[in-house]
């Protein structure tokens, strides 16, 4: 069985869905080449809650968590399947990994999950697994909570963190040019990350360029820990999808973890960036 990377998806603003951006089509072309995953385990912030749960329903319900959209977005629906057996394997890894958690059998998917599943799996025809984050842990529980569903990556499971590189909505400037903090932060991050400084990004907020203005709060930053625990930070099995900035203040980079990315999405991530 091929062990899949983990995966950090910058989701950025709901219109993500409509609105595919350089990192859309990566997304897309990701998902192709990817050996199929048994299932799709997602965290997003979007989902808090201080006792982790995992999503048991059937088929979970598209929840539109979000206001002030165009209308169609609220149209849109995402059946992807669940499955309580599954759900029941994430929870032991999750107890197993020394996280307390249970299965909640009548959540839905948030908009920070079903938006960037329908540029991976367009179809909706791999089953969804959402678990919950806890803001207040932090960093570090983000990082934990990742550790412990790296097991599940060897039996098919495909762990994506989605979130945001950047996330300062006070900033968020639709068609607007990108802010220079963006960059800054993100640069950094990134420097972090192919060279494996797991202690500063971990101490990012007094190490990093503007970082309180890149996130006021860092619950959209947490996703990219749980990638990271999930998938582990060797520089030499990380690979960046660059996604550029949008709106001002949303960098929409996405990371691979712990895994080679197939050479198809690499031709396409040269052929964005020379275009760019």
Not at 24 to 48: D, Q
Request: charged fraction near 15%; charge should be negative.
């Amino acid at each position: 069985m091929t062990t899949l990377p983990a995966l950090f998806i910058s989701h950025g603003a709901p219109t993500f869905a409509l609105q595919p951006g350089r990192i859309g089509p990566v997304l897309h072309k990701l998902g192709e080449s990817l050996a199929r995953p048994k299932a799709v385990v997602i965290v997003s912030p979007h989902w808090a809650n201080w006792n982790t749960e995992v999503t048991a329903h059937l088929h979970p319900p598209t929840i539109h968590d979000f206001g002030g959209f165009p209308r169609v977005l609220y149209t849109l629906q995402y059946p992807a399947p669940g499955s309580p057996v599954m759900a029941k394997e994430v929870v032991d890894a999750l107890q197993s990994g020394g996280v307390p958690a249970r299965a909640n059998p009548h959540q839905g998917l948030d908009h920070g999950a079903w938006v960037v599943l329908m540029h991976l799996y367009p179809q909706a025809d791999v089953p969804v697994l959402q678990v919950s984050l806890n803001p207040d842990a932090g960093v570090a529980g983000a990082l934990r909570l990742g550790q412990a569903l790296a097991p599940l990556r060897e039996q098919g499971y495909l762990v994506i963190g989605s979130g945001g590189m950047t996330h300062n909505l006070r900033d968020y400037r639709p068609g607007g040019a990108p802010h220079a903090y963006v960059e800054a932060f993100s640069g950094w991050m990134d420097e972090a990350i192919r060279t494996g400084n797991l202690t500063a990004m971990l101490d990012y907020r007094e190490r990093a360029p503007f970082a309180e203005r890149a996130h006021p709060m860092d619950e959209h930053l947490q996703p990219l820990f749980v990638a990271m625990g999930a998938g582990g930070l060797d520089p030499a099995l990380t690979t960046r999808l660059p996604g550029g900035i949008e709106d001002s203040a949303l960098c929409m980079d996405a990371y691979a973890f712990g895994a080679p990315v197939p050479d198809a999405v690499k031709t396409l991530i040269g052929a964005t960036e020379a275009t760019n």
